[in-house]
């Protein structure tokens, strides 16, 4: 079952998070819901309460989220209130490193903290670049497992 999926990720990040997205797990914008940097660039210069806007229209209508987790994501303000939007509409949520996500001319950076919902870690798992195919599969599953804790939640 295809779960509408929403990647949390901090934008220092983005090359990373774009491998993730990108694995045609889920199924482009109408199933896994993210803006490109454009939008959050147009929304930062409009202010706080157009971001929180923007992640609230992204995060509707979705039963899980990613937070793709790099060296900075867990002392992210906007990570942190797309954790608890997603808690607090019930979502599955899933963690997945991608430190190790890199080229020669871009390389792998320090593993970052998780974060954590009400002081307790969620789900997670490390994308390692060489298991490509692997990676996705687990995430395939691991989307699945978190949509099934959703569906608990809002029962």
Known sequence: ???????????????????????NVVLGPGTARFFDHSEYEKAKRSGDDAIRGMIDRTLSGTSVTVVLIGAHT?????????????????????GVYIHLIGTPTWPATPQGLPP?????????????????N??????????????????????
Request: aromatic letters at 14%.
């Open 134 to 155: 692997a990676c996705t599969l687990i995430l395939a599953r691991r989307i699945e497992d978190a949509g099934k804790r959703s569906d608990f939640i809002r029962r």
């Open 74 to 94: 867990a002392s992210s303000r906007w990570v942190q209130y797309e954790i608890e939007k997603s808690v607090a509409l019930g979502n599955g949520l899933l």
């Open 1 to 23: 079952m295809a779960r509408r999926t929403f990647f949390s990720f901090d934008y220092d990040d983005i090359l990373r998070a774009n491998v993730v997205r990108n694995c």
């Open 116 to 132: 954590y919902v009400h002081g307790q870690p969620f789900p997670t798992f490390t994308w390692k670049p060489q298991s490509y």
